[in-house]
């Protein structure tokens, strides 16, 4: 069974369980938020360093988006999102985005709300950028991977195998030829 899920177009890791004890496992990890979830992507603007950020997101079902505040309003649901630059140029920076907490669109909408728009996304991007790209790196979706996850240290027997690893996710080709061509490789 899965556990967790991504946004459309978000390429990575997603985590299941192969059996009921793992399905279990797994998503208690997930609810307790004792499971580090990274991911990387690549912003407008250039970030210089670390920060991490608190907010209530409010999701309009209706629009299938996200409404992002720093004070609590009725409905909304508290995030936190901690994000590093790997790599920066002038126009651009390749993040490494930490959660906290794990609501729709979250990474999305929450660097959007700071002026940094993960490039190519339809919903809460740049237009003018958006369309730049397209023409320039044909780029069609978002780019924001779900790249790392650091498991804690487990006691059941049936998880030595995964107990306190890491686990990467390689970035697709789409996503590592646009590193390079955007001179973001770390």
Not at 50 to 72: A, D, F, W
Not at 122 to 134: A, C, H, I, P, S
Not at 152 to 180: C, D, H, N, Q, R
Request: net charge positive; proline share 4%.
């Amino acid at each position: 069974g899965v556990c967790n899920r991504l946004d459309r177009n978000t390429s990575g890791i997603i985590i299941a369980g192969k059996t009921l004890l793992g399905l279990q496992t797994m998503s208690a990890l997930l609810k307790e938020r004792n499971i580090g979830k990274y991911y990387q992507c690549i912003v407008k603007g250039r970030v210089t360093k670390k920060q991490c950020v608190e907010g209530y997101l409010t999701k309009n079902r209706s629009h299938n988006k996200v409404q992002i505040s720093t004070m609590p309003t009725e409905g909304a649901d508290y995030i936190k999102t901690e994000y590093e630059p790997i790599c920066a140029n002038e126009e651009f920076t390749l993040l490494k985005v930490k959660l906290f907490t794990g609501k729709s669109h979250q990474i999305r909408a929450h660097l959007q709300s700071i002026g940094h728009p993960i490039i190519g996304d339809g919903k809460y991007g740049d237009v003018q950028t958006n369309k730049r790209l397209r023409k320039e790196f044909r780029l069609k979706h978002h780019v924001l991977h779900s790249w790392q996850l650091v498991l804690p240290v487990l006691e059941e027997p049936e998880f030595a195998g995964i107990s306190g690893k890491t686990i990467e996710a390689p970035v697709p080709e789409y996503f590592a030829e646009l590193k390079k061509r955007m001179n973001l490789e770390n």
